[in-house]
């Protein structure tokens, strides 16, 4: 049981390309997010999925595309590469149904630089 | 939607000492606040969350205490050890409207010295 995963760890972009942050969980969780995490800023909700097929806006969600197409996969694409979007970048999961707990688990995250 | 504040951004704490942090949140519709922690380069953490029908919950040295009237909760460590040193998230959803929406605090850096 690998928990959640994260793909790549660390990550150097220049102004303008594009990427996808991998994310990937094996515990048949339904409810999947991605945030950012800056300095003094805490974590703030990029996206977020609460099952295959339906995802939503989190708080930041500019610059940033996500898609659901299987329970275990939530990739984080960022369409056009700022210096804005320099952070860490961590996925969690949870179960959205199981009334016993709404732990999320986190991945170890992705440094990205954009330069 | 949700905001939530959390105070003080950073605090120093002698071992053996207690730490309090305080989260306020503005949405009456958010009934489920979990406290994360985060050591240096690691991934943050579940360590207690509390539901808006309890109004404490402990394990051990640490407890959460959420006043709803006053929307706010706390998160409370006792007999503080140098391993307690780390950032310290609250958080605040609804389970029921929105579900999924977490909106985190700022973070508050708890350092316990020797």
């Known amino acids: 049981n690998a928990g959640v995963t994260q793909t790549p760890k660390f990550q150097v972009l220049k102004t303008g390309q594009s990427m996808t942050l991998q994310c990937a969980q094996d515990?048949?969780?339904?409810?999947m997010s991605w945030y950012r995490q800056d300095p003094g800023m805490g974590l703030r909700l990029i996206h977020y999925?609460?099952?295959?097929?339906?995802?939503d806006q989190g708080e930041v969600p500019n610059g940033y595309n996500v898609s659901r197409s299987t329970t275990e996969d939530f990739p984080l694409r960022l369409l056009s590469a700022a210096p804005s979007q320099t952070s860490v970048y961590f996925c969690?999961?949870?179960?959205?149904?199981?009334?016993?707990?709404?732990?999320?688990?986190f991945g170890p995250g992705t440094r990205l630089t954009v330069t | 939607g949700e905001n939530v504040e959390q105070h003080p951004s950073t605090l120093s704490v002698q071992e053996g000492d207690s730490a309090v942090i305080k989260c306020t949140y503005s949405?009456?519709?958010?009934?489920?606040f979990p406290w994360y922690k985060q050591e240096l380069g690691k991934r943050p953490q579940l360590i207690i969350d509390?539901?808006?029908?309890?109004g404490e919950k402990k394990d051990q040295r640490i407890a959460v205490t959420l006043n709803k009237t006053a929307k706010h909760f706390s998160l409370h460590i006792t007999e503080t050890q140098p391993e307690d040193s780390a950032v310290y998230f609250c958080?605040?959803?609804?389970?029921?409207?929105?579900?999924?929406?977490?909106?985190f605090g700022a973070g508050t850096q708890v350092v316990v010295t020797p």
């Open positions: 969690a999961s949870s179960y959205s149904s199981d009334l016993s707990s709404y732990e999320q688990y």
């Open positions: 515990m048949n969780h339904e409810y």
């Open positions: 999925s609460v099952g295959a097929g339906i995802t």
């Open positions: 949405d009456s519709a958010s009934n489920y």
């Open positions: 509390i539901r808006s029908n309890v």
């Open positions: 958080a605040a959803t609804s389970t029921t409207d929105s579900w999924g929406k977490f909106q």
